[in-house]
């Protein structure tokens, strides 16, 4: 046994041995359970948990990893690595020759080669394999049949040796050649970049690794062209369609650290991705007089949508009469009791006559009835059509959520624009070839929109049918490349709708009428239920809880003190020693006292008692004793730090007011700090869920899931059908196989994950603001502190507080709020969708 520590700390062993039984083996992962028998100990067997494409008893293994202590089966040896060695012995030569490895080589004939060849057994077996014929019972038709499966199984050990020995784990050396088969070698040696586009889990970084490992030049052309398509693919994780010479440079530079001269890494640059362009590998537009270099698919996708919106727009309009609709309108909503404004008329007596259009307006403003009497309107036309004419209507919208919510108001099936463009094989059958059978189509919660579904959908949408775009500008953007909504409604090229007057039934909601002063760039007044205990029984369904966190700056100010003051009783105390031998009672006043003109104090903790700072008991206290200066209405007065106010509303508050069922959603505007989403889904997994006896669960890197956990799926994953911002519960779990099953809202599907599958969840207890968008929860908390100032926009607190329907609570400073009221995100996306918009309709 050898242990050795990783520059991650990490205690890293290796243990040697015989495998004399393979408990388990799932061959579509790999995910194996061995007992092995260590040289160091060859009186006892150990258990190996590893990922292994095919292993035999009798095989001769150094296994790397980390002992663990499974609650159930005990003691086990976690391999993340594993190395096959010749066999070291005659007896577990014969084992491993007649474990099944070799098909038509069982226990007799094994024992009989071992026998005739002895030590030289494998030596046979890698240079003179027809040598077996002399074996008694092994004539040319076995032979054939041995020779070919051991040179099947001599490739799979070739690759995972060249796999492993180039730092690719073993979990992933078994994906990659289960998708590479024998040819993984030639494939990852021609370009090891590949392994970050076709595997989940390998980035840029680990794949950059492997190709400097297997000795491409740092300053390869190669690897340029990788890194370059590794920040434009980033770039879309800002919302970018695009990147500018300067920022590509840039970016490659700091990502290659070559160490070139700037002049020379942009000279070069440059003529990479000159090369890019003429190869059709990047291509190239000008955008307001720049160069702007795409990837290829996000290129044509905005050029599609602009080039489909506008056809649109510009074609014949439907035949309608505009009276007779505002006939309709009037006598409808006259029998059904509902209340339209004069705008409301007007978009829905317009929408009906358009080709494209757009319908929004912030909330409480009505988008949701005037779109139902907009559905009602299209039926009744139908319903005077001949059947060959029929406006066939679908709703649709990016989440599950938003599809249910429209449902219910509707009093139609909406679906999931995948599921409406029919997601298979790896692409939708809805397309341009195989249109969908529609009328009139509406799409809800377009500001979620990003330019490429918004591609595949009007690529699915037939000629003649009509499309109403429903949203909020004003909401976060995607969370993919493009501000679709937005551009669309700047171009001026799309007749747009937008409906501003709030209803009055809205205005007795502090949610809407809140969202909407911070909308417009006002600080709203929120009660506080610490000043109003009444609040909670009084319905009001938006409130603000006035507390704190510590910052790194006072916590290193509170540790500091206490350092100093530690060092400074120490050398008191021994003073006192050495004038007599009798028992000395730490006091803090002498002992910071005599000193406090000797302590560096910043000016900006000048107002401490450092008396009062070093007798707090509790991290609050501490609290307390640095700030300022702390709000009458502060948990902090009642012993609660912002954090435990997170808590306790989470696992008493809420379910206390509004009852245990109500769904509670924390949504942070960050996944850093004491309050970002990491640490929160810690607090409330160990207070809400915590380990028990009984209780399984599953540790995937740092995360750890129980049965119950609330989940998020992190990324697109169309096999499984399930998609990024998708929530549920987890409701079985197997240790053993490293498997699970989650029922995902609101339509109670549930989707069974492998260990590789599980790799895309994570605990949702608490999601970013932005995992939030086009879901609606019946309780959220969202914590805003001036931790989180990098993130403190207006249109991020704008689209938290509206995901809110019965109870939205606030927790932090109304000075980190100010601070995200006041400051609009100024950082735009870099699209060109709303410049060719005007551009083709100046043309046309």
């Known amino acids: 046994m050898h242990i050795s520590t990783t520059n991650c700390g990490i205690i890293q062993e290796n243990l040697k041995g015989i495998v004399e039984r393979v408990t388990f083996h799932n061959s579509d992962n790999g995910w194996s359970i061995l007992r092995v028998m260590p040289f160091s100990d060859p009186g006892r067997q150990e258990t190996v948990v590893v990922h292994q494409t095919k292993v035999f008893a009798g095989a001769t293994m150094e296994f790397y990893g980390s002992w663990t202590v499974h609650k159930k089966y005990g003691r086990q040896f976690h391999a993340t690595r594993a190395e096959e060695k010749k066999p070291a012995s005659s007896a577990a030569l014969e084992k491993y020759l007649g474990s099944g490895l070799i098909k038509g080589v069982g226990p007799k004939t094994a024992r009989k080669i071992v026998k005739h060849f002895d030590k030289n057994t494998l030596d046979v077996f890698e240079e003179e394999i027809e040598r077996l014929t002399e074996v008694p019972g092994i004539a040319m038709k076995k032979l054939e049949m041995i020779s070919e499966a051991w040179n099947e199984h001599k490739s799979i050990r070739d690759v995972m040796m060249f796999l492993q020995s180039h730092g690719i784990s073993t979990l992933f050396a078994v994906r990659i050649y289960k998708e590479y088969g024998d040819n993984a070698i030639s494939m990852v040696t021609e370009d090891p970049y590949r392994l970050a586009n076709d595997f989940y889990g390998i980035g840029f970084f680990s794949a950059d690794r492997v190709a400097l490992s297997i000795g491409l030049a740092p300053d390869s052309e190669q690897r340029m062209i990788a ?26 530079s700091s990502l290659l650290n ?91 007596i317009a929408i009906a006559s358009e080709n494209f259009s757009v319908l929004t307006g912030g909330p409480g403003c009505g988008k949701t009835t005037t779109t139902l009497v907009i559905v009602k309107l299209i039926e009744a036309m139908s319903n005077t059509m001949p059947p060959s004419k029929e406006l066939k209507i679908l709703l649709a919208a990016p989440t599950g959520r938003a599809t249910q919510r429209m449902s219910e108001v509707i009093g139609r099936e909406a679906k999931t624009i995948h599921r409406l463009l029919e997601w298979q094989n790896g692409k939708f059958k809805k397309n ?18 990003d330019i490429s579904l918004t591609a595949s959908l009007l690529k699915a949408v037939p000629d003649g049918c009509q499309v109403l775009f429903i949203g909020d500008a004003d909401q976060l953007p995607s969370v993919g490349a493009g501000n679709v909504l937005k551009d669309i409604i700047a171009s001026g090229v799309v007749p747009c709708f937008t409906l501003t007057q709030i209803f009055r039934q809205a205005k007795a909601s502090h949610i809407i009428r809140y969202a909407h002063e911070i909308n417009s760039g006002n600080m709203p007044w929120i009660g506080s239920p610490f000043n109003e205990p009444h609040l909670w029984q009084n319905g009001v369904d938006c409130m603000f809880m006035d507390s704190d966190e510590a910052t ?89 730090s ?31 700090g004491s309050l970002g989403t990491v640490n929160l889904n810690r607090v409330i997994q160990e207070a809400c869920n915590p380990p028990g006896e009984g209780r399984r669960q ?37 240790n053993m196989e490293l498997t699970c099953s989650v029922k995902f809202f609101p339509d109670n599907k549930v989707v069974n994950y ?64 100010a601070m995200a009221v006041k400051n609009q995100d100024t950082s735009l996306r870099q699209t060109a969708l709303r410049e060719l918009l005007i551009k083709s309709a100046r043309i046309s």
Not at 644 to 658: G, S
Not at 661 to 667: M, R
């Open 642 to 672: 912002a954090l435990d106010v997170v808590r306790m509303l989470y696992q008493e508050w809420i379910p206390k007011y509004y009852g245990k069922d109500c769904e509670i959603q924390i949504l942070s505007p960050m996944t850093r």
């Open 698 to 734: 599953i540790k995937v890197g740092e995360r750890i899931f129980r049965v119950g956990d609330r989940v998020i799926h992190r990324r697109n994953n169309y096999d499984l059908g399930v998609f990024n911002g998708d929530i549920g519960n987890i409701i079985d779990m197997d």
């Open 552 to 640: 790194m700056e006072q916590m290193k100010f509170i540790n500091r003190i206490k350092n100093e003051c530690i060092e400074r009783h120490s050398e008191t105390k021994g003073e006192k020693e050495d004038d007599d031998s009798q028992c000395y009672e730490f006091n803090i006043s002498e002992t910071i006292r005599p000193y406090e003109t000797e302590i560096n104090i910043p000016k900006k903790f000048r107002h401490v008692d450092l008396n009062t700072l070093l007798s707090a008991g509790t991290r609050v206290e501490e609290l307390v004793s640095v700030v300022k200066k702390v709000h009458p209405w502060s948990s902090l007065h009642y012993g609660y």
């Open 432 to 449: 341009e070839h195989n249109p969908l059978k529609a009328g009139f189509l509406i799409v809800d919660e377009c500001s979620m929109l």
């Open 258 to 348: 070559l160490g070139l001269e700037p002049d020379y890494m942009a000279q070069r640059l440059n003529e990479v991705l000159e090369q890019m362009k003429s190869s059709k590998k990047l291509m190239v537009r000008m955008v307001e007089q720049e160069v702007c270099y795409y990837s290829r698919s996000l290129y044509f996708d905005e050029l599609y949508v602009a080039s489909r919106v506008l056809s649109m727009c510009s074609g014949d309009p439907p035949d309608v009469e505009k009276n007779r609709i505002e006939r309709w309108v009037s006598l409808y909503c006259k029998a059904k009791d509902i209340a339209l404004s004069d705008e409301q008329k007007r978009a829905v």
């Open 227 to 252: 890194a370059i398509r590794h920040v434009l693919a980033g770039a879309r994780n800002f919302g970018h369609c695009y990147l500018t010479f300067p920022q590509i440079n840039e970016e490659v």
């Open 754 to 817: 492998s260990k590789d599958d599980i790799m895309e969840l994570d605990l949702a207890y608490a999601v970013t603001i932005h995992k939030s968008q086009g879901s609606e929860f019946e309780a959220v908390i969202i914590p805003v502190l001036t931790q989180h100032f990098k993130m403190l926009y207006r249109n991020l607190i704008y689209t938290g507080l509206t995901r809110a329907r019965k109870l939205a609570v606030f927790v932090g400073t109304r000075k980190a709020m």
